[in-house]
């Protein structure tokens, strides 16, 4: 056991444990060394906010705290299952899967009369948010129009309305959207199997989102098993994609229809022909301006979120030897532990 600690350790924690190491951290940078509200995050501002010792961030967190709702005020939420149980989805930790025999008995959409019951009965009691989880993998429009008289019936309480619904289509979302929904909340799966840093990308995506309306649940996932029990399993999930000599081989291989690794689905009839088309092109011009007719459907219609791009950073010894490099993936083709010797 290792006891973090920004002050010396009294007796007594000495005592309770005399045989196990005691680490002391430094106390991190003041508060104004941090970025300021409305600015941007550097990257050393959030190295050293997660250098913090435990007893550090539960400080800040609760100045922050004083410092936004000086009267201690919080919002109060109730949160009700108006479907619960037989999900078809295996999240491998919620009760409500069907996967699972958790003692959760199924239930069917509940009526608009018990929801407001239970919605006046929240409001009663001090809540001014009303949520609502259905155990939904993708709900079907029918099930979309009885969530929208549930919605409808709940904001003309007075309440703020979310909900949990599973993945949905845009037109759904809209249908919700007018139906009075004050928020949606989705989930994003991220493991650092992903790629490097995936969990704190998803956490900071959430964050910038938040602040545009949109409420993210991130789901730290296991490593283990990543890339074949969740990745395209999952509605919607971390990944990495590596660079690709030609624009054909990455569009070919993620947004084409039927591609075993189109993991965001993308089927459009007209980017599919107009790619056949540029693979038979000879006018090296042309086909540019093809490929890139075809990435901007992706990009506005797509399914696919794209938060950065890495720059890869290979150094080797001066002892290292090589023939010709490919120039298809990097690392000479992923073959260099092939292709290479020390001489």
Partial sequence: MTLATTTAPTACAQDAGAN??????????????MAAEGQGWSVQAVQDLLDLPFMELLWRAQAAHRAHWPEGDVELATLLSVKTGGCPENCGYCPQSAAFD????????MEAEEVVRAAQAAKDAGATRFCMGAAWRSPKDRDIEKMSELISAVKGLG?????????????QAQALKQAGLTSLAVD???????????????????EQARKAGISINVVQEPNDGYWTHLWQ?????????FGTPTPDDILTQAYSAGASWNDSAWNNDKFNKILAEARSELDAGKRAGMYR???????????????????????????????????????????????????
């Fill in 159 to 171: 309440l703020q309305t979310c909900a949990t619904l599973g993945m949905l289509q845009p037109h």
């Fill in 20 to 33: 196990q190491p005691l680490h002391f951290h430094p106390r991190g940078p003041a508060p104004s060394a």
């Fill in 102 to 109: 958790t003692g959760v008995k199924g239930q069917k959409l």
């Fill in 188 to 206: 994003l799966s991220a493991a650092n199997a992903a790629f490097t840093g995936a969990v704190d990308t998803a956490i900071l995506y959430a």
């Fill in 233 to 241: 399993k999952k509605s919607w999930c971390a990944a990495y994609w």
């Fill in 293 to 343: 007719e075809l990435q901007l459907p992706v990009r506005d219609e797509g399914g696919v979120v794209i938060p950065l791009f890495a720059n890869d950073v290979f150094a080797t010894s001066a002892k290292v030897r090589h023939g010709r490099l490919a120039d298809n993936y990097e690392c000479d083709g992923r073959m260099f532990f092939d292709r290479w010797w020390f001489g």
